[in-house]
Nanobody
């Protein structure tokens, strides 16, 4: 079992930056592929970014590539999502997720076994 707790969300102006974190606890969470997803009101949950256990592979949605960076610190069991040049369309609840195996670049939410409760990110125009 893996428990995930997100933090760091908030309100930021267009063009600003924000970093959200995901603290993982439980069995060998450092071996898991970690991902970030987001869900805006009235929309489906969508893939944002993912990182392999060793950080050797990172994947991004086209909408965030070049603006967002996913990273992890396995010693701290924490995954980060650094968000720069934020846009109003980035407003959503951001969820951290974990899966034991599979393809890091796969964007399917159904493959992820564990989920956090989410943290709200609001970008004002």
């Amino acid at each position: 079992q893996v428990q995930l707790v997100e933090s760091g969300g908030g309100l930021v102006q267009t063009g600003g930056s924000l970093r959200v974190s995901c603290a993982a606890s439980g069995r060998t969470s450092s071996n898991y592929i970690m991902g970030w997803f987001r869900q805006a009101p009235g929309k489906e949950r969508e893939f944002v970014a993912a990182v392999s256990a060793s950080s050797g592979i990172r994947a991004y949605a086209d909408s965030v590539r070049g603006r967002f960076t996913i990273s992890r610190d396995n010693a701290k069991n924490t995954v980060y999502l650094q968000m720069n040049s934020l846009k109003p369309e980035d407003t959503a609840v951001y969820y951290c997720a974990a899966k034991r195996s599979g393809i890091t670049t796969s964007r399917a939410a159904r493959e992820y076994e564990y989920w956090g409760q989410g943290t709200q990110v609001t970008v004002s125009s």
